[in-house]
C-alpha cells in the first residue's frame, strides 16, 4: 500500500507552500478540507488567507517563519471558513519549514480535529492579550536602558508570562571565549557552589554546551526535560544539573545579522514550548540583542569621549598665588558628548597667568580635533610672550591654514592676561561672549571689551586689547555660549537667568558657585526655567572662574575700572553704562543720572583739551542707604582745568559748575605723571522724592549753592563746599583705597599694553 493511500485513509492531506513565490499547492485531500473540489489545486496566498480566519492566518504565518530560523517540525492550528464568514471545521498542520523568517518553504500534514475551541480560544486569547501587554513593557524598558548593566537588570526581571524563568543569563562573545555579562537565580552561598558555577561560565565558544552551540549555528535550543539535556550534552549536564531545573531555553542574540552572544532561561518546571511561548522567547531575545548592541555602541562612544576629554583636557588647576581659579567643563550636545568647547589656565614666565576659552564650529570628532590643535597653538603662542592681540591674531591665522577645503571651521575665543599682584586683566576677544565680573557685595555686571571676528575668519585681523581691573573679592567668570543658551534662551535671557545664579550665591567657595551654576543650567532647575528658543539643539558647556581673595582687614568694595584712549571715544558710553550699573540700586534716581552726567564730562575734558588717554575708577563703599561714591579720572597731563565764567550762549565751559552743583565733593589732585579729577556722591537715606519735590529740593540747591562758603586753593585747583560731607576725602574711604602706583598707565611704559582702539559698539550691561 503507498503512502498517499494511508494518507486518505486517515483523511490527512498534504500541501506545500513556497512564500517566494506566493503559491500554496494542496493534494486532493487538503483542498477537500479547505472546502476545494477534491483534487490537487494551487492557490496564490491571497486565495489561501481567504479562506482561513484573520487570526489564525497571522499565527500561521509567525510559525512557519520560526519553524524555518529555528529549522525545527512545528504544529499549528487555524479554522477554515464558509462563504458567509462562519468556520467551516478546524485543522491542525504539521509543518517543516526552511529557509528564514522572511523567505520560507514549507511542507506538511493537514487533518481535522475537534472544532470545540471555544474554552481553548477564550485561554489562548487570554494569553495572547498578557503576551502583547508583557512585550510592550519589555520592549519600553529595554529601550530606556542606557547601559550594559540596566539591560542586564531588565532581563534579571522578565516575568513570561505563563511560563517564568528562575534562572536567567547572559552570555557576551570575546573572541573565541564565552563571557557572561550578567545573570540571575544562580546563588553562589558555598564553595561547591562557587566551583560550579565559575566551572558552567569558563567556556569557549566551541565548547559543548548548549549556549556556545546556539551561538555557533544561529539557532535557539529548546530542551523540554533533564532527560534531553543529559541525552543532548551529557558534559554540561554534569555541572548543571545541580541547580533543580526542568527545562531550558537557549536563544542567540542576534544584532545586524551578527550573532552577539546568547540567552538562557532556565525553568523550574517542565515546558512544552509551544509556538507561542517560542514566539515570546524569540521576541524577548531580539529585543535583548538589541539592546545590548545599542548600549555597547553607546559605552564605546562614552569611553572614547572620557578619553578625548582626558587627553584634551588640562592637566588640572595650576596653583597660582594671589588668586583662586576653577573650571568646569559639562559635555551636552553631540553624540559623543564632546564638541569643540575649551579652556587653558597656563602660567607665564613673568608671574602672571594667561585664561583661555573658546568654541569651535560643530559637535562632531573634527570639531574637537580642531580645537585639540588649537588649544596647543595658543598655549605655544602665549608661552613665547606675545601679548593677547599677538595670540589672537597668531591664532587666527593657523586656524584658517588648518581648517581649509570644504569643511573650513571658524572658532570663538576669548584670552586674557592677569596680573595677580594688581588684578590688572588685559583682554583680547574673538566673537567670544563677553566675561561678567561678580562684585563683593553679590551684584554682578557685564565687563564688554573690544573684540574681532571669529577666529580663522580672516587670517590678517589685528585684534584689540582692552585693559581692566579686577578688584579683590571680585570674581571673573568666562563662560562659552553653551552656558548661556542651555534651556532655550537667547544670550540676553540666558544672562539675566546667570547673573540671578551668581547673585544669590555665596562666592566664598569657587566650587561651590560653580556647581551651583551648571545645576542651575543644565539640571532639574533648568526645566522650570526654559526660554523662549525650547527646540534650539543643547551645547556644551565650558566655564572658567577666577577669584582675588581680599588681604586679611581689608574692607569690601563695590568698584569698576576701565579705560578710555584717545583714539576710542565712543568708550565714554560704555563708562556712562558702567557707572549706572555700579549705582543700579542707587536710593536716588536723579543722584544716578547726575553722577553720569559728571563722568561724561570729566572724560570729554580729557579727550578734548589733552593729548592723554583717560583712567577711570568708581568706587561704592559703605552700608545699604549711607553708601558713598567716589569716581576719579586720571589722565598724564599737567595741565588743570580752570573755572571759566561762560556766556549765555556759550558752547562749553560748564564742566565744573556741573561738578558744583552736582556732586558733594569735588577736586583735582596733581600726580607727578598727571592729574585726578574726582567727585563724591553721599546716598541719601530716605527715598528719591517725588519730581515736584525734586524740582523744589533743586531750586532750593541751588540757591544754597549761591550762599554757601567755600575756598579755593589754587595749587591744587580744588573746590570743597563747605558742608559735613566735604571732610569725606579718599583716605576715609573703607578699605585699600587705589594708590597712584596701582593704577595701569593709559599710556603704557612698556611692561603693561595699552589699550587698543574698540571695534564696534560694547555690549550693554546685565538688563535690570
Not at 586753593?713 to 587705589?738: C, E, F, K, N, S
Request: hydrophobic share 40%; charged share 25%.
Amino acid at each position: 500500500m503507498r503512502s498517499d493511500d494511508v494518507l486518505t485513509a486517515v483523511e490527512t492531506g498534504l500541501w506545500q507552500w513556497d512564500h517566494a513565490t506566493g503559491l500554496i499547492t494542496l493534494d486532493a485531500v487538503a483542498a477537500r478540507l479547505m472546502g476545494l473540489p477534491p483534487r490537487s489545486t494551487t492557490l496564490s496566498e491571497s486565495a489561501m488567507r481567504a479562506r482561513v480566519h484573520v487570526e489564525d492566518w497571522i499565527d500561521l504565518h509567525r510559525v512557519a517563519g520560526m519553524a524555518a530560523a529555528e529549522n525545527r517540525t512545528a504544529e499549528v492550528r487555524f479554522r477554515v471558513l464558509a462563504r458567509n464568514g462562519s468556520v467551516r471545521r478546524t485543522l491542525r498542520a504539521r509543518i517543516h519549514s526552511e529557509g528564514d523568517s522572511g523567505d520560507f518553504a514549507l511542507s506538511g500534514l493537514i487533518e481535522e480535529v475537534d472544532g470545540d475551541r471555544s474554552e481553548e480560544g477564550r485561554r489562548s486569547g487570554d494569553w495572547r492579550l498578557s503576551r502583547e501587554a508583557f512585550l510592550l513593557d519589555a520592549g519600553r524598558a529595554l529601550a530606556e536602558a542606557r547601559t550594559t548593566g540596566e539591560v542586564l537588570r531588565v532581563a534579571g526581571r522578565l516575568a513570561l508570562p505563563g511560563f517564568t524563568p528562575n534562572g536567567l543569563a547572559v552570555f557576551g562573545v570575546e573572541g573565541e571565549r564565552l563571557r557572561v555579562l550578567g545573570y540571575h537565580g544562580y546563588p553562589v552561598e558555598t564553595p561547591e557552589d562557587e566551583a560550579r558555577v565559575k566551572r558552567l561560565f569558563r567556556l569557549t565558544v566551541g565548547s559543548d554546551y548548549p549556549a556556545a552551540e546556539a551561538i555557533r549555528t544561529g539557532r535557539a535550543l529548546y530542551i523540554r526535560s533533564p532527560a534531553e539535556y543529559e541525552r543532548r550534552f551529557p558534559e554540561a549536564w554534569q555541572v548543571i544539573r545541580g541547580f533543580g531545573r526542568k527545562a531550558w531555553a537557549y536563544l542567540p542574540l542576534t544584532a545586524g545579522g551578527r550573532t552577539i552572544g546568547a540567552w538562557l532561561a532556565g525553568f523550574p518546571h517542565r515546558v512544552s514550548f509551544t509556538p507561542d511561548e517560542r514566539s515570546v522567547l524569540t521576541t524577548v531575545a531580539r529585543m535583548l540583542a538589541q539592546a545590548l548592541a545599542r548600549t555597547h555602541t553607546l559605552e564605546s562612544e562614552r569611553e572614547l569621549s572620557a578619553d578625548l576629554q582626558h587627553t584634551m583636557a588640562p592637566l588640572g588647576n595650576p596653583e597660582v598665588p594671589g588668586v583662586q581659579i576653577t573650571t568646569r567643563y559639562v559635555p551636552t550636545g553631540g553624540g559623543l558628548q564632546i564638541g569643540g568647547d575649551w579652556y587653558d589656565v597656563i602660567p607665564l614666565p613673568s608671574g602672571r597667568v594667561a585664561l583661555v576659552i573658546g568654541d569651535v564650529q560643530g559637535h562632531d570628532v573634527r570639531a574637537a580635533a580642531i580645537m585639540a590643535q588649537l588649544r596647543i597653538a595658543l598655549r605655544a603662542y602665549a608661552s613665547e610672550g606675545h601679548r593677547p592681540d599677538a595670540v589672537l591674531s597668531r591664532a587666527s591665522r593657523f586656524l584658517a591654514g588648518v581648517a581649509t577645503g570644504t569643511d573650513a571651521r571658524f572658532a570663538t575665543c576669548l584670552y586674557l592676561e592677569a596680573d595677580p599682584r594688581t588684578g590688572t586683566l588685559d583682554v583680547a576677544r574673538a566673537g567670544h561672549p563677553d566675561l561678567a565680573v561678580r562684585l563683593p557685595d553679590g551684584s554682578t555686571t557685564l565687563r564688554p571689551t573690544a573684540g574681532g571676528p571669529p577666529l580663522g575668519v580672516l587670517d590678517e585681523w589685528a585684534y584689540p586689547t582692552t585693559r581692566i581691573s579686577l578688584q579683590p573679592e571680585e570674581v571673573l567668570l568666562m563662560c562659552t555660549d553653551g552656558l548661556l543658551e542651555t534651556g532655550g534662551h537667547d544670550l540676553h535671557t540666558g544672562w539675566i537667568r546667570l547673573r540671578a545664579v551668581l547673585e544669590n550665591h555665596s562666592a566664598d567657595d569657587l566650587e561651590k558657585l560653580a556647581d551651583s551654576i551648571v545645576q542651575a543650567v543644565h539640571g532639574p532647575p533648568s526645566h522650570r526655567l526654559t526660554g523662549p528658543l525650547t527646540d534650539r539643539r543643547e551645547d556644551d558647556i565650558a566655564l572658567v572662574m577666577l577669584r582675588r581673595p581680599a588681604p586679611v582687614g581689608a574692607g569690601a568694595l563695590r568698584r569698576t575700572v576701565l579705560s578710555v584712549a584717545q583714539a576710542e571715544p565712543a568708550r565714554i558710553a560704555e563708562a556712562r553704562r558702567q557707572l549706572a550699573g555700579l549705582l543700579r540700586d542707587w536710593s536716588d534716581p536723579e543722584q544716578i543720572d547726575g553722577a553720569v552726567l559728571m563722568l561724561s564730562e570729566m572724560l570729554a575734558n580729557v579727550l578734548v583739551h589733552t593729548d592723554s588717554d583717560a583712567m577711570v575708577v568708581a568706587e561704592l563703599s559703605g552700608p545699604m542707604g549711607e553708601r558713598l561714591l567716589r569716581v576719579e579720572v586720571t589722565d598724564t597731563s599737567d595741565e588743570l582745568p580752570h573755572r571759566r565764567e561762560p556766556g549765555e550762549l556759550a558752547s562749553s565751559g560748564r564742566g565744573l559748575l556741573l561738578m558744583e552743583c552736582l556732586s558733594d565733593a569735588w577736586g583735582v589732585d596733581p600726580r607727578g605723571d598727571g592729574k585726578t579729577t574726582w567727585f563724591e556722591l553721599g546716598e541719601p537715606a530716605r527715598p528719591a522724592p517725588t519730581a515736584e519735590g525734586a524740582a523744589g529740593a533743586g531750586a532750593g540747591a541751588g540757591a544754597a549753592t549761591e550762599h554757601t562758603s567755600e575756598r579755593w586753593d589754587p595749587a591744587i585747583a580744588t573746590h570743597v563746599p563747605d558742608t559735613p560731607r566735604a571732610t569725606r576725602v579718599a583716605g576715609d574711604l573703607p578699605g585699600d583705597p587705589l594708590a597712584a602706583a596701582d593704577l595701569p598707565t593709559p599710556g603704557g611704559n612698556g611692561s603693561a599694553p595699552a589699550p587698543t582702539a574698540v571695534n564696534g559698539t560694547p555690549a550693554p550691561p546685565f538688563p535690570d
